[in-house]
């Protein structure tokens, strides 16, 4: 039953031309930005790093468009009704809207596939570096799928949804314990001082490392944001 | 089959439901007769576990709907008021999906299929988007959503509403077919759809249980046997107190 509503969830992305429009749109702002602002072709760029390196803002942009209408739609349609009938938990309805949105943005970035041809054919390139930035790239589209995932859970208005999607995943890509408690982080261990720093982690993998830390922090964010979700689903069979 | 009691559910300090308690057994068609706002919707909504009440038990089968929420919903079929439903789905891809999310083998799904297009005359908009459909037939693609899996207890909230007066009997007939071994609970503020449909009837007013009554009886206390006014007395004109 979760492979039914997984799918339906999915192919709800897939429904509208402006779906197609705003994979254009990614495809066509990465390109750019890896290109001119990050110098693809000056730097001989051997890691793809000048691609990597502006996904988390160029994702925070677009996943909360992926992600605004999953719980949104289902409220003003109130096919949440419909939904909240079915013998299904909500673990599964939150994490069907999750993968669906996941899913959507790692097709999206099949959009990187010119640009592995093109250092394939022609530049030597560092292709364990490149997947390790790759693996981080994932892991950041969990985190920012589940941030638009909650967003959406919260109101009944997709344009809403956007607004409170963009600003979670701006409030997490940029934020950073310490620039707020300088002195306090002095005396944490590493972990611990890098717990809020999205773009810390995010750093390692682009140099090359899959460190398991890194892997946790991503994960555990990511579920500590479903977790929010379920708790705003499963509270509304309660207090609607 | 399905027993209700003492139940409560508050919006802040209104009370949308007030202790209702009843019982519906197999074989029973009840109509949740009431004027807007009386809480019908509401009541359905608790007893297909979208809204958990602040008071009272809603029982399925001998078990309770907070306790056993996913045996519960197995049971039941539900189609809510104004028929939701995925609008970028062909009416073949929302039964199969319904279908799915209740486990169906693929032999009950066709059988099942084809009975609710042969009832329900679904057979000429099968696999057209629902977004396109008119009133009439989205009202029966939602019926058909919530009978697919054979539900032992069918919920329906204004199943007839929007429907031209040859589909309101057919599906008039179908309900009655279904409720000799499910129990079919539907709700109105028409009372004429009620003294079509139901041997027994629910009146609701202001969250309350006011009548709970066989329709023929409804009918004797009615003066001069003008069910309207009986009605409108009942229900003090639809005004809240």
New interface residues.
Partial sequence: MFSALFKRDLSGFFYSNSAYFVFAAYALISMLMCIFKGEYFFIGDDSLRSFFVFQPQIMALIIPIITMRGWAEEYRSSTVEVLMSFPVSTLKMVLSKFFSAWCAALIMSLAVIPLIITQALYIDSDWGSIFCSFIGFVLGCAVLCAAGTLASALTAVPAVAYVAGLTFSFVIINFNANAIIPRLSDNLPFFFERVFDFSAWYQNFLNGQVNPAGVFYFVALTALLLFFNWLIIFNRRERQ | MIEIRGLVKKFGSFTALDNINFKVQKGEIVTLLGPNGAGKSTLM?CI?????PDAGEILIKGKKLREDL??C??K?G?M?E?T??????SVAEYLR?TG????MSDDDFKKNLSLMIEKLDLSSVMNKKISTLSKGYRRRTGVA?AMIHRPEILILDEPTEGLDPNQKQALREFLKEYSLHSPVIISTHLLEEAENLSSRVLILNNGKLIRDTDFKDLKKQAPRGNLNQLFYELTNGGKNV
């Fill in positions: 909504r297909c576990g979208c809204l958990l996913l045996f919903l197995e039941i539900y809510p104004n939701p439903l995925y609008p970028e789905m999906f799915k999310v209740f486990q959503g």
